[in-house]
């Protein structure tokens, strides 16, 4: 191997065991002027290990589009289309701003800024949970640093276009401040110390692994329909506390009043994806865009003992779709399985954006300054999902 990997470091509140090959710290190369023989050692550590870091990386758009590319060649456009600007109604309007030369290429971040590749001037938004959370932590808890995930998610449409491999993510200005307590009110006390302005990652593989066996069979067996453009139909709603997922409430866009849409462009995709490298299943699930869950029936011979939906089934209605993801994907975001990653200046990092689910964190104030450069793109084919080898082993 061409590159040196080192262990990200963990929190405390992480607990090693799950994170054995989880996170890699790339040593001693400029991501941005690779050999081919690095980047190809890239692509296989980062398949492996679903998050690399960089440190002290002097990036420019161009070379952040180049090298996201690599990873999926046919790729062309960012992995939410070029219609952002033009979808007001959509949740992620006021929070991408599309770098003029390279508009694959996204700005994200908090503040006003000025004169930035090509922007004379613009004000980012920093996305809080007190936008999309039915319930908010009050302003006095907040002066005390507690605060909440906001989506936990997949970067990709979910409509027309397939979801992205990776994303690259470059930290241009980090704000400074204490560590912040990121609190789930869920009832079960859970919370979560972590850096300010913090991206936190979960791995879909241990998503999977700690389902109980029945839940396993159902993950394995079973897709899911997401609503067609879905980042408008979703923007009336409210989002759990914990930011897993919408609450049912019946406030989505109706279907009537949506951009245009057809039928054929409604994504469907397994739950579990297939990594291209090492063939582990992830769960990789957008729970706030799921509108269905297609469930198959058990294959010949399985047992039927102790089996949810051995016969395959189709739940349809919100509530009980989003009450089912839940039961499954919630395990995986306790405190001791997420990694809050605490940004420097000129960190990258890029992630296996089908092998993770992610969420920024945390409470800025309009001075802290946060200005990162993100880019991923759709997908030149859709995700692969189990075998019928698979299919046979956990159901």
């Known amino acids: 191997m061409t590159i040196e990997l080192k262990p990200l470091p963990l929190p405390n509140s ?32 980062l398949y492996q290990h679903e998050v690399l870091l960089f440190r002290d990386v002097v990036l ?49 971040g908090n503040g006003m800024i000025h004169d930035h590749e090509g922007l004379a001037e613009t004000r980012l938004k920093h996305l809080t949970h007190k936008t999309f959370h039915k319930t908010i932590i009050s302003p006095e808890d907040e002066v005390k640093g507690f605060t909440r995930f906001y989506r936990w998610h997949i970067d990709a449409a979910l409509y027309d276009l397939s979801p992205p491999r990776v994303t690259t993510l470059y930290a241009v200005r ?20 972590v850096p300010l302005a913090t991206t936190a990652f979960v791995s879909g593989q241990t998503m999977f692994q700690l389902l109980p066996s029945e839940l396993k069979s159902v993950a394995v067996r079973a897709n899911v329909k997401y609503a067609p453009h879905p980042y408008v139909w ?34 469907i995709h397994p739950v579990l994806w297939k990594n291209p490298v090492s063939e582990a299943l992830s769960f ?8 269905e869950v297609l469930i198959k029936p058990l294959p010949p011979g399985a047992s039927r003992e102790n089996a949810l939906y051995p016969d395959g089934a189709h739940p349809n209605e919100l509530s009980e779709v989003r009450d089912l993801l839940y039961r499954m994907q919630r395990p995986a975001i306790a405190p ?24 920024v964190v945390g409470t800025l104030q309009p001075d802290q300054v946060r200005v990162y450069h993100q880019c991923n793109l759709a997908a030149s084919e859709d995700p692969i999902g189990p075998s019928n080898e698979d299919i046979i082993k956990w159901a």
């Not at 990789?284 to 509108?291: G, K, L, Y």
């Not at 001791?336 to 992610?358: A, Q």
């Open 234 to 267: 979703m923007a009336p709603a409210h989002a759990k506390s914990t930011g897993l997922g919408i609450e049912s409430e019946s406030l989505e866009t109706p279907l009537e009043q949506l951009p245009s849409w057809v039928e054929d462009k409604i994504k």
């Open 336 to 359: 001791s399985l997420v990694y809050p990653h605490k940004w420097n200046d000129k960190d990258l990092i890029i992630f296996h954006n089908r092998g993770v689910l992610h969420t």
């Open 60 to 108: 420019t758009p161009e070379q952040q589009l180049k090298l996201t590319k690599e990873f999926d060649p046919d790729s062309e456009i960012y992995g939410h289309g070029g219609k952002l600007e033009s979808e007001k109604s959509s949740i992620l309007h006021s929070a991408l701003h599309a770098i003029p030369r390279v508009p694959q290429v996204q700005l994200i």
């Open 14 to 45: 992480a607990e090693p065991s799950h994170f054995i090959n989880f996170g890699r710290e790339v040593k001693g190369i400029n991501p941005g002027n690779c050999t081919s023989e690095q980047l190809e050692d890239i692509k296989q550590a």
């Open 284 to 291: 990789q699930v957008h729970p706030c865009c799921a509108t």
């Open 174 to 193: 980090v704000p400074e401040g204490p560590n912040q307590i990121c609190r789930y009110d869920d009832g079960t006390g859970d919370e979560l110390e």
